[in-house]
C-alpha cells in the first residue's frame, strides 16, 4: 500500500526510539506526503541506560525528551503526546486510565492508520506488549469507521538475513515475530533517501542508539533498519 493511502497516523509505542526504529520510515514518506502524523509514547525511558556513567539515569528521562523531539522533528513529525507512565511498570498502570486516555487521543486525532507493537511485544517487552493491550482496546472503544490498526513485526527472511549478528539475536531474542513477507500486510524497504532520514532520526537518539550504531558498523546498521512491516489487526 502506497503510504499516501494510510491516511492519518497514530502511531503508539512505549519508550523513546521504539517509534523511529519500527515506524520511521512509514512517518518520514507520510509527513512529506502531506499525511498528518502523529506519535504516542508512554514512557519517558528513564530506565533505559545503556552506559550509566554516560547517562545516569537520575538524567536520562530529560536527555531521552529532547533527543526525541530532535528525531520527529528530523521526519517532520510535529505532534507528539507523553502519557508520562513510568518505565518498565506499565503494566501496573490500571488499564482503564491508559485505555481511556488513548482512546481519547483517537477520537481527537480521528486517524485513518493506528500502528503499534503485536501482543508479543515485538522483543517480548512487557511494556511493549502493554501497550499494545491498551492500544487495541482504546482502537474498540474510538477508531472511526474504516480505521485500520496494524501490528509492527518482522520477517523471517530478515532474521535469517542477520542470524550471523549476535547484537540482532539480543535485540530481538530467539522467538517471535517471525511473519513470512509473503503474509505482511504493509511492508516497505525504504529508498536511500528514507533510509538516510531514519538513520539519522535514529542517531539523534544518541543514548539508545550509539553503542548499537558502533557495534554494527554504518553500512550493516543502514541495511538493518531500512525495512518496516506490519500486519493488519483490525478494522473499525
Not at 533505559?48 to 528521562?61: C, F, I, K, M, Y
Not at 528525531?71 to 503494566?91: F, I, N, Q
Request: aromatic share 8%.
Amino acid at each position: 500500500m502506497d503510504v499516501g493511502d494510510l491516511g492519518t497516523i497514530l502511531g503508539v509505542w512505549a519508550h523513546p526510539d521504539d517509534e523511529a526504529y519500527l515506524s520511521a520510515g512509514v512517518m518520514a514518506m507520510a509527513a512529506r506526503a502531506g499525511s498528518r502524523v502523529v506519535c504516542v509514547t508512554a514512557t519517558r525511558g528513564e530506565l533505559g541506560s545503556l552506559d550509566v556513567h554516560r547517562w545516569p539515569l537520575e538524567t536520562l528521562a530529560d536527555v531521552r525528551m529532547v533527543e526525541m523531539a530532535e528525531s520527529l522533528d528530523v521526519l517532520g513529525v510535529r505532534e507528539h503526546h507523553w502519557l508520562d507512565y513510568p518505565d518498565g511498570a506499565c503494566a501496573h498502570v490500571p488499564e482503564t486510565d491508559a485505555v481511556a486516555r488513548l482512546a481519547e487521543i483517537m477520537a481527537d486525532v480521528a486517524p485513518d492508520t493506528v500502528l503499534t507493537f503485536g501482543p508479543d511485544g515485538m522483543t517480548g517487552h512487557l511494556d511493549h506488549q502493554t501497550v499494545c493491550d491498551w492500544t487495541t482496546k482504546a482502537f474498540d472503544q474510538a477508531a472511526r469507521p474504516r480505521a485500520r490498526l496494524y501490528y509492527a513485526t518482522k520477517t523471517a527472511e530478515f532474521d535469517d538475513r542477520y542470524a550471523w549478528l549476535p547484537i540482532h539475536r539480543q535485540a530481538f531474542g530467539e522467538g517471535p515475530p517471525r511473519t513470512p513477507e509473503r503474509d505482511t500486510d504493509l511492508a516497505y524497504r525504504l529508498s536511500d533517501e528514507i533510509v538516510d532520514l531514519k538513520v539519522q532520526a535514529l542517531r539523534a537518539q544518541v543514548s539508545q542508539v550509539t553503542l548499537l550504531y558502533e557495534e554494527m558498523g554504518a553500512d550493516v546498521y543502514r541495511d538493518w533498519v531500512g525495512d518496516e512491516w506490519f500486519v493488519l489487526a483490525a478494522t473499525a
